[in-house]
């Protein structure tokens, strides 16, 4: 098991920055690709970018590229998402999510375990 719980989130202006965090509990962090994901009212989840648990450069959603950064510190079992040049777009409930898999980090579906959540809204 894992256990996930992202902090954070808020309320921002169109144009300001947040720093999404991930604190994940239980089994070995390291080996575990994460992934952010976000879900606005009446629309799909979707992906937002994956960090993989062999390193290397993380993977973004094209509507994030350039905006967003995705980092992990396994010695503090932690992922963050740094969100600048923020638009109303982006606001929705942000998930972080934890992957045994690395070739499927797109997929929602290929997550075992995700956190609660947390809402960032951002006003124009």
């Known amino acids: 098991q894992v256990q996930l719980v992202e902090s954070g989130g808020g309320l921002v202006q169109a144009g300001g920055s947040l720093r999404l965090a991930c604190a994940a509990s239980?089994?070995?962090?390291?080996?575990?690709?994460m992934g952010w994901f976000r879900q606005a009212p009446g629309k799909e989840r979707e992906f937002v970018g994956a960090i993989l648990w062999t390193g290397g450069n993380p993977y973004y959603a094209d509507s994030v590229k350039d905006r967003f950064t995705i980092t992990r510190s396994n010695a503090k079992s932690t992922v963050w998402l740094q969100m600048n040049s923020l638009k109303p777009e982006d606001t929705a409930v942000y998930y972080c999510?934890?992957?045994?898999?690395?070739?499927?980090?797109?997929?929602?579906?290929?997550?075992?375990?995700w956190g609660q959540g947390t809402q960032v809204t951002v006003s124009s």
């Open positions: 999510a934890a992957s045994w898999y690395d070739d499927t980090w797109w997929s929602p579906s290929k997550y075992e375990y």
């Open positions: 239980g089994r070995t962090f390291s080996r575990y690709t």
